[in-house]
């Protein structure tokens, strides 16, 4: 699949002033800094559609795009505000646990979390606790290891692993995941096929 379109609709404080959920949506999030505009970027190879490195914390939004794909798709893709920062304070970190909770919780067209971690790390206990609330609350989402670039593919696979083996702990089944470089630009045809065949289940259960 490859994005003939995309243009930014809107930021939202909060799910319920995000734009009707007449779409497929598909929205990406992980720690600041973790790569998530830059992967956003590569996706839909426009340099500047969302920004890379705003100050960490400062944008509390909810932010839209609308994508046109070559399979006549319309189709959103979400940039969520990061967590795990340092310098918010508890007041902030809270009202952002409470917006991403509504929106992953009642979002209705959500279709899948991308959720992003930085594969150079070993595993982060703040990404550990954020995916199995993501599995309690029963949202799909998978997993996207960035900057895979700037470490041996042998470190990178190592963290992944160790990664995916420390979830087998709690759940049985593992989640789907990435390996990306926007770089080297690796693991974007993946995950647009992936967003490809999301949206052929959902058009054919809504046709049902
Ligand atoms: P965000 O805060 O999660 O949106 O992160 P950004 O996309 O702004 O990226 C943070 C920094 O990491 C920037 O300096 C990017 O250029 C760099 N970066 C992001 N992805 C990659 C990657 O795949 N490879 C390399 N080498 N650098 C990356």
Redesign the pocket.
């Known amino acids: 699949m490859e994005i003939i379109a995309a243009k930014y609709i809107i930021s939202s404080p909060s799910y319920d002033k995000c734009p009707k959920p007449d779409k497929p949506e598909y929205a990406f999030l ?10 956003i ?1 590569m996706l839909c190879n426009i340099h500047k559609l ?5 100050t ?1 914390g400062k944008t509390q939004l909810i932010n839209h795009f609308e994508i046109i794909s070559d399979d006549k798709q319309r189709w959103y893709l979400v940039d969520l505000p ?1 967590y795990g920062f340092a310098k918010v304070s508890y007041k902030d970190r809270r009202s952002w646990e409470k917006m991403i909770q509504d929106y992953i919780r009642k979002r209705e067209n959500l279709v899948t979390i991308f959720l ?1 971690i930085d594969s150079r790390l070993s595993p982060q206990k703040s990404d550990i606790d954020f995916v199995n609330q993501l599995a309690e609350w029963k949202s799909p989402f998978a997993l996207v290891f ?5 470490i041996t593919q042998r470190d990178s696979a190592r963290n992944v692993n160790a990664f995916l083996n420390q979830l087998k702990e709690t759940w049985e089944e593992l989640p789907d995941h990435f390996v ?5 630009k ?1 693991g974007r045809k993946e995950i647009l096929n992936y967003i490809k065949e999301l949206n052929m289940l959902v058009k054919n259960n809504t046709a049902k």
């Open positions: 992980g720690r600041s800094n973790v790569g998530k505009s830059s992967l970027n969302a920004k890379t490195s705003s960490p990061g992003l960035t900057k895979s670039d700037k990306t470089s926007t770089v080297k690796l």
